[in-house]
């Protein structure tokens, strides 16, 4: 079984920061993308920002030059380091993941997509 953990929300001021966390746990071959999502209280979940094994980053337009997506591999934990919050940030963030499994039976392996249960991040003004 793989588990995604996310840790770091929390409440802060307009202006202020934080690091969010996540890791996976489980027999796990590799990770290819790791991101993160938020959700709003009434609004659909949206991507924040994502990262590809190969370093390549994709940042909402609302986050960018604000929050950083990071990532260690040997630790299977991705990392948003969020600054300059603002209370439009408030929302619960989940990490989501790409992770190719190994396939004992067969020798091969299969990919899998996996969530975070969400961590909540609140913005006061």
């Known amino acids: 079984q793989v588990q995604l953990v996310e840790s770091g929300g929390g409440l802060v001021q307009a202006g202020g920061s934080l690091r969010l966390s996540c890791a996976a746990s489980?027999?796990?071959?590799?990770?290819?993308?790791m991101g993160w999502y938020r959700q709003a209280p009434g609004k659909q979940r949206d991507l924040v920002a994502a990262?590809?094994?190969?370093?390549?980053?994709n940042y909402a337009d609302s986050v960018k030059g604000r929050f950083t997506i990071s990532r260690d591999n040997a630790k299977n934990t991705v990392y948003l380091q969020m600054n300059s919050l603002k209370p439009e940030d408030t929302a619960v963030y989940y990490c989501?993941?790409?992770?190719?499994?190994?396939?004992?039976?067969?020798?091969?392996?299969?990919?899998?997509?996996?969530w975070g249960k969400g961590t909540l991040v609140t913005v006061s003004s």
């Open positions: 989501n993941f790409d992770i190719i499994l190994p396939d004992i039976p067969t020798g091969g392996a299969y990919a899998m997509n996996y």
């Open positions: 489980g027999s796990i071959f590799r990770i290819s993308t």
């Open positions: 990262l590809t094994s190969v370093g390549s980053t």
